[in-house]
């Protein structure tokens, strides 16, 4: 499987991703600048966490407006899968890929800690390799991670069963309906605020992240 990493100024999770990626699939990202104006031809695009310039304006926002961000757009709306974490959840929202807005934390506080989450669906290319409802444990560190989004919205995530993960036993951040992840209607883009690149390695606790990606390994080689 081929792979990009994009790399923002301020991004501090770009190279947990390539690290997982490459543990998980033998093969080293492409770290792709995020000035480029292309993208090579690949099977899987992450958007990755960290505070891509510094969080100005808001988190994600001048990230979303970034030369390489057009063509992410592009190849996610021609299929590819991309994989949006932590900071690039934030980053696909403001894009458009996928609906809502991550807004402060509800106790108005960074949290870093892990967390419980209940896999939502396994009908996507990110989640097939879990059993609904299995109970996973995976890493957050974020201040701008509460979900947000209008009833509407929410309405058609559930009924279109494009909710991927909820925090199961304790909401960090005061997401409505807990929600931890989410999917594009296509079901080709997740965006998700935990960080399964840092459950990859059972030093760190969990190990609960490598099926993500050995499953986009299998399926996307």
């Not at 989410?182 to 609960?208: F, K, W």
């Amino acid at each position: 499987m081929k792979s990009a990493v994009i790399v923002f100024p301020g991004s501090n999770c770009d190279r947990d991703a390539a690290v997982a990626l490459k543990n998980t699939t033998g093969r080293s990202p492409t770290m792709v600048w995020h000035n480029d104006n292309e993208l090579p031809k690949v099977d899987l695009i992450v958007v990755p966490g960290g505070f891509s310039y510094g969080d100005y304006l808001r988190a994600g926002a001048m990230a979303g407006n970034s030369p390489v961000m057009r063509e992410v757009v592009a190849h996610a709306k021609s299929g590819t899968p991309v994989l949006g974490i932590c900071n690039g959840f934030q980053v696909l929202t403001e894009t458009g890929l996928l609906p809502g807005a991550l807004i402060r934390n509800a106790g108005l506080t960074f949290v870093c800690k892990s967390v419980s989450l209940s896999v939502e669906t396994t009908n996507s290319i990110f989640t097939t390799g879990y059993d609904k409802s299995n109970l996973i444990t995976i890493p957050i560190a974020h201040h701008d991670g509460n979900y947000f989004a209008s009833n509407d919205t929410l309405e058609l995530l559930e009924n279109e069963d494009r909710i991927a993960f909820r925090y199961s036993s304790d909401n960090p951040n005061g997401s409505q309906r807990n929600i931890a992840g989410i999917l594009n209607e296509e079901r080709n883009v997740l965006g998700m605020m935990p960080h399964p690149e840092r459950a990859v390695d059972a030093q760190h606790g969990s190990t609960d992240g490598i099926t993500m990606f050995a499953t986009l390994t299998e399926q996307l080689a």
